[in-house]
């Protein structure tokens, strides 16, 4: 079974500043997707960012990039300019490739905090 | 586009009573949807996959009996919480997958917050 670690519940950063969140699965699979959601205050989960295994360019959407060592099976999120909004929750996923399995795992969460 | 409706956002109820979640794809067909719960800071755990058209499979360790899932269209699931005890209070979230964009990715519907007295 897969499965998926965040190795740390809290973060802080400064607004503006720059932050990296980490998050490292294990599978014995070669193709599968991983994501990044964002769960606010409102508890509406958010998909951040998508990265899909067979692609060895990591995903960029905006000010959120993430760096994915796929021999080293990790899958950090790196968010820049960080703003108040971007306050949240952060779960890493992963979802197996094979037709029919679509589960998502989830890690145990980041919570970020943006300091004024 | 690829938004989720849940409804109820909240509910309260009395221990015995059933109470039914609805989760609606509102401009996408959803061959399948998912039911998680989370407890209160706490990662999402899945409990089952719905099915249009077909039964759902469920987690191990979750009660089909208790937790009935139903999936009669593209558009809608249903999660039935039978005899809710307090045990069952939690945070109800369901997700749906776009099956003609290509599936990757699940969008997720707001929530239902289950408070049983």
């Known amino acids: 079974a897969q499965t998926v670690t965040q190795s740390q519940p809290e973060m802080s950063v400064q607004e503006a500043e720059t932050v990296t969140l980490s998050c490292t699965y294990d599978t014995s699979e070669s193709d599968y997707y991983l994501f990044w959601y964002k769960q606010p205050p409102s508890r509406q989960m958010i998909l951040v960012i998508r990265?899909?295994?067979?692609?060895?360019q990591n995903a960029t959407e905006n000010r959120f990039s993430v760096n994915f060592q796929k021999a080293a099976k990790s899958f950090s999120l790196k968010i820049s300019d960080s703003q108040l909004g971007d306050a949240a929750m952060y779960f890493c996923a992963y979802r197996s490739a094979d037709f029919g399995n679509e589960k998502l795992t989830f890690g145990t969460g980041t919570r970020l905090t943006i300091i004024p | 586009g690829a938004v989720v409706s849940q409804h109820p956002s909240r509910v309260i109820c009395k221990s015995g009573t059933s109470v039914k979640i609805e989760c609606r794809s509102l401009?996408?067909?959803?061959?399948?949807m998912f039911w998680y719960r989370q407890f209160p800071k706490q990662s999402l755990m899945l409990m089952a996959t719905?099915?249009?058209?077909?039964?759902?499979?469920?987690e191990q360790g979750v009660e089909k009996d208790k937790f009935l899932i139903n999936h009669a269209s593209l558009t809608l699931s249903t999660l039935t919480v039978t005899s809710a005890h307090p045990e069952d209070s939690s945070f109800y979230i369901c997700s749906a997958r776009d099956r003609l964009a290509g599936g990757q990715t699940q969008y997720f519907g707001p929530g239902t917050r289950l408070l049983v007295l």
């Open positions: 990265q899909e295994a067979y692609k060895q």
């Open positions: 719905s099915n249009e058209g077909s039964k759902a499979t469920y």
């Open positions: 401009d996408f067909q959803a061959t399948t």
